[in-house]
């Protein structure tokens, strides 16, 4: 059995950096977790070192062992971390959903056209493509632009619970519906409305599949600095190969080289300097002028 690759110190130093996993460069506010998720383009919102990726949980923490505590209601990071996803919501400045395999994400406005071509379902494809339930909860929302869940389950008629989250969670994940806002008093529940609403220039933008998938691999080597086989598939949610055909675009172009089937690295040079980063020496501009001097 071939011996899996293995990501080295340098890189792991490098995503550190990125993803905010130094103590240095948490996150606190909203508007630093609005900074990360433009910086780095996409994260995930509540996973933890056990899965790769960036994590808003993770530069909440700002530790690159950060592990998600069974209990996590009493957790001060897991209830930041909850309360910016709030906060950032109600904000509107950044794309929040569950998307693919129903992974909840944030997503950078300049990512959205590529994770739609991809994953969106355009209006002509709705009748075809989503099922009866998620059909009748977005002819509300067409109606009435946002709603509560309580209302919306009334007035779709998708009452049952389980068939509901189902038909929402389509939603989400065609691009089409997202959350606007939590009201927790008098009781919680989330307002939903049309992600076309809130991002409408991203979300009516076309490119092709070849174009979003080079592109999103772009945007998550830059973040990475390497990718080992199946890592960039796993983050993202792309069939794998689907993801190959991203980082080998990438090759194409002279951004990033392959030392292995189906290992990607960041080219020396100008992909260097777009990440903000060398990823040769494992240290930021900043820090080479500091050290330097």
């Given at each position: 059995?071939?011996?899996?690759?293995?990501?080295?110190?340098?890189?792991?130093?490098?995503?550190?950096?990125?993803?905010?996993?130094?103590?240095?460069?948490?996150?606190?506010?909203?508007?630093?977790?609005?900074?990360f998720i433009e910086q780095i383009g996409?994260?995930?919102?509540?996973?933890?070192?056990?899965?790769?990726?960036?994590?808003?949980?993770?530069?909440?923490?700002?530790?690159?062992?950060?592990?998600?505590?069974?209990?996590?209601?009493?957790?001060?990071?897991?209830?930041?971390?909850?309360?910016?996803?709030?906060?950032?919501?109600?904000?509107?400045?950044?794309?929040?959903?569950?998307?693919?395999?129903?992974?909840?994400?944030?997503?950078?406005?300049?990512?959205?056209?590529?994770?739609?071509?991809?994953?969106?379902?355009?209006?002509?494809?709705?009748?075809?493509?989503?099922?009866?339930?998620?059909?009748?909860?977005?002819?509300?929302?067409?109606?009435?632009?946002?709603?509560?869940?309580?209302?919306?389950?009334?007035?779709?008629?998708?009452?049952?619970?389980?068939?509901?989250?189902?038909?929402?969670?389509?939603?989400?994940?065609?691009?089409?519906?997202?959350?606007?806002?939590?009201?927790?008093?008098?009781?919680?529940?989330?307002?939903?409305?049309?992600?076309?609403?809130?991002?409408?220039?991203?979300?009516?933008?076309?490119?092709?599949?070849?174009?979003?998938?080079?592109?999103?691999?772009?945007?998550?080597?830059?973040?990475?600095?390497?990718?080992?086989?199946?890592?960039?598939?796993?983050?993202?949610?792309?069939?794998?190969?689907?993801?190959?055909?991203?980082?080998?675009?990438?090759?194409?172009?002279?951004?990033?080289?392959?030392?292995?089937?189906?290992?990607?690295?960041?080219?020396?040079?100008?992909?260097?300097?777009?990440?903000?980063?060398?990823?040769?020496?494992?240290?930021?501009?900043?820090?080479?002028?500091?050290?330097?001097?």
């Amino acid at each position: 059995m071939t011996p899996r690759p293995q990501i080295s110190a340098e890189i792991e130093d490098y995503r550190d950096e990125r993803w905010r996993r130094e103590g240095t460069r948490q996150v606190e506010t909203a508007l630093d977790a609005e900074r990360f998720i433009e910086q780095i383009g996409f994260a995930a919102c509540l996973t933890d070192s056990r899965r790769p990726g960036p994590s808003l949980y993770v530069a909440v923490c700002g530790r690159r062992d950060a592990v998600m505590p069974r209990n996590v209601q009493k957790d001060p990071e897991a209830s930041l971390t909850w309360a910016l996803k709030d906060e950032i919501l109600r904000r509107g400045k950044v794309y929040y959903a569950k998307l693919a395999r129903g992974k909840a994400m944030f997503l950078a406005p300049r990512m959205i056209p590529y994770f739609h071509a991809i994953w969106g379902v355009r209006r002509s494809e709705e009748q075809r493509r989503l099922s009866r339930n998620a059909q009748a909860i977005l002819r509300v929302l067409r109606k009435e632009w946002e709603t509560s869940t309580a209302d919306l389950r009334d007035e779709s008629g998708v009452k049952e619970r389980a068939a509901f989250i189902k038909g929402v969670g389509e939603l989400q994940a065609a691009m089409i519906v997202v959350p606007s806002e939590v009201v927790y008093q008098p009781k919680f529940t989330y307002i939903w409305t049309l992600g076309v609403g809130r991002f409408p220039q991203a979300l009516l933008r076309r490119v092709s599949r070849e174009t979003a998938l080079r592109e999103i691999a772009r945007c998550f080597l830059a973040g990475a600095g390497m990718t080992i086989p199946g890592e960039m598939a796993r983050v993202t949610g792309l069939p794998r190969p689907e993801a190959g055909r991203g980082n080998r675009a990438l090759v194409a172009e002279g951004y990033a080289t392959m030392s292995s089937p189906g290992v990607y690295r960041l080219a020396a040079g100008r992909a260097v300097q777009e990440a903000g980063f060398d990823v040769n020496s494992g240290v930021t501009p900043d820090r080479r002028n500091s050290i330097a001097s």
